[in-house]
């Protein structure tokens, strides 16, 4: 277990607040439609779950949490809801502001996120707005919703991107969580990228000229592939030893994390204090009666 430290700026309006412990097992990140296992090994010691080390770097800055009556959700919980066959009843939505948006009702960043969860989900309210408070903004502002749900798979884990929204089922790590959110990133976090970014020349090209893989989720397709990939250009850029503190054989992959660096939006991997939302490509679902 790790505690919030003091040095935090937050301020939720819930009772009882408890922060889940960073170091999960890894789980598939989403279950894609279309698997294309790829052509290159995968890393002679993978890189699993660096959710710890995400979590202690990537810098939080404080948020503030309002629950909804208990009668109202949003549709596309609603229908999550529904999907599973859980009961309504268990639903539990709350808005979450961040400080680190500009505030400015034309761009939406004004707007808070929606989330909500089952009363039995592992993911608290304020748990599920710690963590995703550590992405960096930039990659914030392309997600929709998060909800958190119950293991549906006999304990399972899983961290989904749904239409940009982030679907998290029983506990998945917060490498998950983060790999969920870069799907969104690839779609509009690269200027002059029409598509997914891991379909674009430049990140195929660094793909052929690495060796390997970092995991074996990054091995089903290229999307995964990009997803996990970020996770690796988030910690080479925010520890002091970057990569090749976390793996002695970072070099098999290097191009593909650092191609990331170079394409992405200015400052899209800033995470805290120093970086702001300056336009969120969604607005929140409407309100519906549970």
């Known amino acids: 277990m790790i505690s919030i430290r003091h040095t935090l700026l937050i301020a939720i309006t819930f009772a009882s607040f408890g922060v889940l412990g960073v170091h999960h097992a890894h789980a598939v990140t989403e279950v894609t439609r279309e698997i294309n296992i790829l052509d290159k090994l995968v890393l002679d010691q993978p890189i699993i779950d660096i959710s710890e080390i995400l979590t202690k770097h990537l810098d939080f800055p404080g948020c503030i949490g309002n629950l909804w009556p208990g009668n109202l959700t949003i549709n596309v919980c609603k229908t999550w809801f529904t999907k599973l066959s859980l009961d309504a009843k268990d639903l539990e939505t709350w808005?979450?502001?961040?400080?680190?948006?500009?505030?400015?009702?034309?761009?939406?960043?004004?707007?808070?996120?929606?989330?909500?969860?089952?009363?039995?989900?592992?993911?608290?309210?304020?748990?599920?707005?710690?963590?995703?408070?550590?992405i960096p903004v930039h990659m914030r502002t392309h997600i929709h919703h998060v909800i958190a749900l119950p293991a549906t798979n006999h304990g399972g884990k899983s961290a989904i991107n749904e239409r940009d929204n982030v679907v998290l089922q029983g506990n998945?790590?917060?490498?998950?969580?983060?790999?969920?959110?870069?799907?969104?990133?690839?779609?509009?976090?690269?200027?002059?990228?029409?598509?997914?970014?891991?379909?674009?020349?430049?990140?195929?090209?660094?793909?052929?000229?690495?060796?390997?893989?970092?995991?074996?989720?990054?091995?089903?397709?290229q999307l995964e592939n990009l997803a996990q990939e970020t996770v690796m250009?988030?910690?080479?850029?925010?520890?002091?030893?970057?990569?090749?503190?976390?793996?002695?054989?970072?070099?098999?992959?290097?191009?593909?994390?650092?191609?990331?660096?170079?394409?992405?939006?200015?400052?899209?991997?800033?995470?805290?204090?120093?970086?702001?939302?300056?336009?969120?490509?969604?607005?929140?679902?409407?309100?519906?009666?549970?």
């Open 95 to 134: 808005n979450v502001t961040y400080p680190d948006v500009y505030i400015s009702q034309t761009q939406l960043c004004d707007e808070p996120w929606v989330m909500c969860r089952h009363k039995n989900a592992p993911y608290s309210m304020q748990n599920t707005s710690y963590y995703f408070g550590h």
């Open 172 to 221: 998945p790590s917060f490498h998950d969580m983060l790999a969920a959110v870069a799907k969104s990133t690839a779609m509009y976090g690269y200027p002059g990228i029409v598509g997914p970014y891991s379909d674009s020349k430049n990140w195929l090209d660094a793909y052929n000229h690495d060796s390997a893989i970092c995991n074996p989720v990054a091995s089903l397709n």
């Open 233 to 290: 250009a988030l910690v080479d850029l925010h520890t002091m030893t970057g990569m090749s503190g976390i793996s002695t054989e970072w070099k098999k992959i290097q191009n593909q994390y650092t191609q990331i660096q170079k394409d992405i939006y200015l400052d899209a991997l800033k995470p805290g204090k120093g970086a702001k939302c300056l336009a969120r490509d969604q607005v929140n679902s409407g309100a519906v009666e549970i």
